[in-house]
């Protein structure tokens, strides 16, 4: 088994444990409502109690579930990463030139993962506002905004700005979906550089 598959099978192992926290914390809250609907035939004191266990467990159960994704947004990464050698390492050899171009070809404008975060944050079509306003889930999460379109948002199909529709993008340009590519950095490497 490859590197690349093992961490695939890690991936899909956590999607699978945050599938599940999901659904433990979906029926302990159906539970808590259930328990607060009910509340005039149970003794209020012991309702109490039961209310604060589950509110502690949803909770503790929160928590694992964010750290889970956590872990599964560093997996995202090293897979991602891993995907980033293994083309490397099976990419022809580039014959050098007499007279290099003045700038990188538009491929190698932003083949990190840092310096796609910051093309995009230097782009004006990343508005980090803008996206933690429409995604409150990302904000709760904590994770640089810029680094969640790149990893998760353009995949899920959220816009990086009032500016940039990434379905619309994609649908001019179906052979990212394929390649994988993050349609915003795609774009900016395409754009004429600045001279």
Same mark, same amino acid.
């Given at each position: 088994?490859?590197?690349?598959?093992?961490?695939?099978?890690?991936?899909?192992?956590?999607?699978?444990?945050?599938?599940?926290?999901?659904?433990?914390?979906?029926?302990?809250?159906?539970?808590?409502?259930?328990?607060?609907?009910?509340?005039?035939?149970?003794?209020?004191?012991?309702?109490?109690?039961?209310?604060?266990?589950?509110?502690?467990?949803?909770?503790?159960?929160?928590?694992?579930?964010?750290?889970?994704? %956590?872990?599964? !947004?560093?997996?995202?990464?090293?897979?991602? +990463? /891993?995907? *980033? =050698? #293994?083309?490397?390492?099976?990419?022809?050899?580039?014959?050098?030139?007499?007279?290099?171009?003045?700038?990188?070809?538009?491929?190698?404008?932003?083949?990190?993962?840092?310096?796609?975060?910051?093309?995009?944050?230097?782009?004006?079509?990343?508005?980090?506002?803008?996206?933690?306003?429409?995604?409150?889930?990302?904000?709760?999460?904590?994770?640089?905004?810029?680094?969640?379109?790149?990893?998760?948002?353009?995949?899920?199909?959220?816009?990086?700005?009032?500016?940039? %529709?990434?379905? !619309?993008?994609?649908?001019?340009?179906?052979? +990212? /979906?394929? *390649? =994988? #590519?993050?349609?915003?950095?795609?774009?900016?490497?395409?754009?004429?550089?600045?001279?």
């Amino acid at each position: 088994m490859s590197i690349l598959e093992q961490f695939f099978e890690e991936y899909q192992q956590l999607k699978t444990l945050v599938s599940e926290f999901e659904k433990t914390n979906q029926e302990l809250q159906t539970e808590l409502d259930n328990a607060l609907t009910s509340k005039s035939e149970f003794n209020l004191t012991a309702l109490q109690e039961r209310l604060s266990e589950l509110e502690q467990e949803n909770q503790s159960l929160k928590q694992e579930l964010a750290e889970q994704k %956590n872990l599964l !947004a560093e997996k995202d990464k090293e897979i991602a +990463l /891993l995907k *980033s =050698k #293994l083309t490397a390492t099976t990419q022809p050899p580039v014959a050098k030139t007499e007279n290099p171009p003045s700038s990188p070809p538009a491929e190698s404008r932003a083949s990190s993962s840092s310096e796609a975060i910051n093309l995009m944050e230097n782009s004006g079509l990343f508005d980090k506002n803008w996206y933690l306003q429409h995604y409150p889930d990302v904000a709760k999460s904590g994770m640089n905004p810029a680094e969640h379109y790149l990893l998760f948002g353009a995949a899920e199909m959220r816009n990086p700005s009032a500016n940039f %529709n990434t379905a !619309a993008y994609l649908r001019q340009h179906p052979e +990212l /979906l394929r *390649s =994988k #590519l993050n349609p915003l950095v795609h774009y900016l490497n395409q754009r004429p550089q600045k001279v």
